[in-house]
């Protein structure tokens, strides 16, 4: 990661810390949480695979266990593997996992080399990049969340990995992207958002919702679903 990345990064999770996020961001992370939770109720689904991307806090995923387990009517099973590629962060989130009554176990991830963390049955971290997790992971999950903060033209290719870890089913990829900074004009004249489409349309995915933010810079966040 480059020093330039790590300044961005290290200054979010000092922002989160101190819960100086802005107020439109936690309104739309709220928004998600709510999707999703009608999402799996509506098509009755009783257990949730996440991949997310944690940081230090583990705040979604805490937010979206909590909104689970509250819902007495049909109440959701949530499981998540993290991944965090910067080891300092990892360190950190290893120690802010949601809680669990199990004792923290170590593993090494051969095909990475990588470690992982283990607390209860439903709650991994691993140290690694995501999409170099999603390329070699046997694992399948109906819900991603990719939250990268980069420009979607420097992920595009990558998010072809989609289909290789997602369940059968009904399922949510969510991706947030810078709302600008792209390399250059991106394919046929479509905008960042079209693009992000023809992506995802060719993995089984249609657009569901888009809500935009600002953090340090213009964000976008897309929803996609699949139901089979």
């Known amino acids: 990661?480059?020093?330039?990345?790590?300044?961005?990064?290290?200054?979010?999770?000092?922002?989160?810390?101190?819960?100086?996020?802005?107020?439109?961001?936690?309104?739309?992370?709220?928004?998600?949480?709510?999707?999703?939770?009608?999402?799996?109720?509506?098509?009755?689904?009783?257990?949730?695979?996440?991949?997310?991307?944690?940081?230090?806090?583990?705040?979604?995923?805490?937010?979206?266990?909590?909104?689970?387990?509250?819902?007495?009517?049909?109440?959701?099973?949530?499981?998540?593997?993290?991944?965090?590629?910067?080891?300092?962060?990892?360190k950190l989130a290893g120690l802010r996992m949601p809680k669990s009554n199990k004792k923290m176990r170590y593993s090494i991830m051969e095909e990475l080399n990588r470690t992982i963390l283990t607390n209860g049955?439903?709650?991994?971290?691993?140290?690694?990049?995501?999409?170099d997790f999603m390329s070699v992971t046997d694992k399948k999950f109906n819900c991603l969340w990719i939250d990268t903060g980069t420009p979607i033209d420097r992920i595009a290719e990558r998010l072809k990995l989609v289909s290789r870890v997602i369940m059968d089913g009904p399922s949510l990829v969510v991706i947030t992207v810078l709302k600008g900074r792209e390399a250059g004009p991106l394919p046929d004249g479509m905008d960042r958002i079209q693009f992000a489409d023809s992506i995802m349309n060719k993995r089984g995915f249609e657009r569901a919702q888009v809500w935009e933010y600002q953090d340090t810079s213009p964000m976008l966040q897309l929803t996609y679903q699949k139901l089979t």
Not at 22 to 46: A, C, M, P, W
Not at 59 to 73: G, H, L, Q, V, Y
């Open 1 to 90: 990661m480059s020093t330039v990345d790590k300044k961005a990064l290290y200054g979010f999770i000092e922002r989160a810390k101190n819960r100086e996020t802005s107020l439109n961001k936690s309104q739309v992370r709220d928004l998600l949480i709510s999707y999703i939770h009608n999402f799996f109720i509506t098509h009755e689904v009783g257990k949730v695979r996440f991949l997310t991307l944690p940081t230090a806090w583990w705040t979604f995923e805490k937010a979206i266990r909590k909104r689970f387990f509250s819902f007495r009517t049909f109440r959701i099973r949530a499981m998540f593997t993290g991944c965090e590629r910067d080891y300092n962060i990892f």
């Open 121 to 131: 049955r439903d709650c991994v971290l691993v140290y690694s990049d995501i999409f």
